[in-house]
């Protein structure tokens, strides 16, 4: 396999592997594959593109965007994962400037803790821990009924709707619980999601480059600077009151968290739902059996987000040689860690393509492994489980016109659908209208 050196970290990176195919000198472990997450083959169906890819080997070396390794299987995931003096979450100058965790980089703000290796990442970890964690969810259960209410009321008189606008309850219950503009969900899903989703060189990426991030950042920027003046009860007045090593937490870490917690809560557990709303539509009779059972609508979410991966991949930078799965690994490559693809691992699930919404055990890997794993995880299976109850009570015979039916033009980092139009028989608000 040819190396260069990389000019700007001085470490080698491989480039072609003339010959063999291969990123390990020669034998089939280690496949240089034709694969980008990012591209419209992949996105038309990832399951698919995974699935070949696996086909191929645990690890696999791609040449796209300077080049990464691709862990496409449950071992390999979970070691590299696990393993954080390896597979650093840190920003570095390897892969480009930007957010660490994706591939291609993306321009926003430091995001505390998930841009923290240990052990700096334990201390604001436990900030968020405290209230993240089931006790602290009680307070916020009564909002996440209201806007779910609210969200189904807008639209449950028309019998029509795009379901995408009824799923911006988790955005908008994010910006609640922080403090900030709830109205402005859809500012806020948009912007995170073309940055962080989309292609560079995108319109949707340059938009929100040009005005998107500028604007949010203001919004983030001035919710600081008022709770700081006057604290309330939400979590911007919790962030900017706390204590990180004795010392009042900066507003710079302030915002690294708040921006990071905007981005995580806006369009992960929407997508969770759009996509369990588009298999409901086909599935019947398990819309059925969760409708009849909704005490088993618990472990049917852990199977839809096992099934479904709103974060399909994330990426971590290799700083110092290591090996997964026999493929050499230098200091300075960069890795995709493809949750999705760790989550349909027949070595680790039986009949991974199949959605069986009794499966238990469910060691799925949606919400992340090892210190990152998702922090706001009891939130997403709160408000997934509200909405998704308030859907099928309320809207138990929903259709979703197929024809009309929207994917995300890029499903690489978030999965899930941008249009979900539906008809449904119509019934009766349960909040007085505002
Ligand atoms: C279905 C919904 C969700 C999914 C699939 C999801 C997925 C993930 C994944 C895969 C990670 C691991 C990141 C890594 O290893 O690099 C993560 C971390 C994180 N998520 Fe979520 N997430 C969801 C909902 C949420 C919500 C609702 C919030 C906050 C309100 C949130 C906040 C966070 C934070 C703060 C981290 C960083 C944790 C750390 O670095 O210690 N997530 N999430």
Redesign the pocket.
Known sequence: MDQVTDPESGTARHTSAPGGETADGGSSRCPVVHFDHTSAVHSLDPVASYRALRAQGPVVWSPEHGGYWVLTDYASVFAA?RDDETFS?ARSAHGGEGLN?VIPKAPVHL?I??E?DPPE?RTY?KI?NAV?APAALDGLRPRIAYWTARFVDDVIEAGQADLATVIGV?AAV?LD?LGMDASQWQRYSHTMHSVLANRPGTDAHAHALAEGIPWMSQQITDVIAARRAQPRDDIVSYLVGAQVDGAPMSDDAAYS?IE??IS??VG??A??VSQTLVHLDADRSQRAELIAHPERLERAIEEF?RAF???QA?A?TIVRDTEIAGCPMRAGDRAL?A?SSANRDPQQFEAPDEVRIDRWPNRH?????????????H??RA??AELLGQILTRMPDYVVDRERLRAYPQQGVNAGYEHIPATFTPGARLLPVE
């Open positions: 994962a979450s965790n995001h803790p998930v923290l990442h970890r968020i993240t988790p994010t619980w968290i990071l917690l995580g809560g992960t557990t997508s969770l987000l991966s709103p974060t994330l971590r860690l949750w890997t949606a919400f992340g492994l090892g210190v990152h794993r998702c922090a706001g995880a939130i997403a408000i997934a």
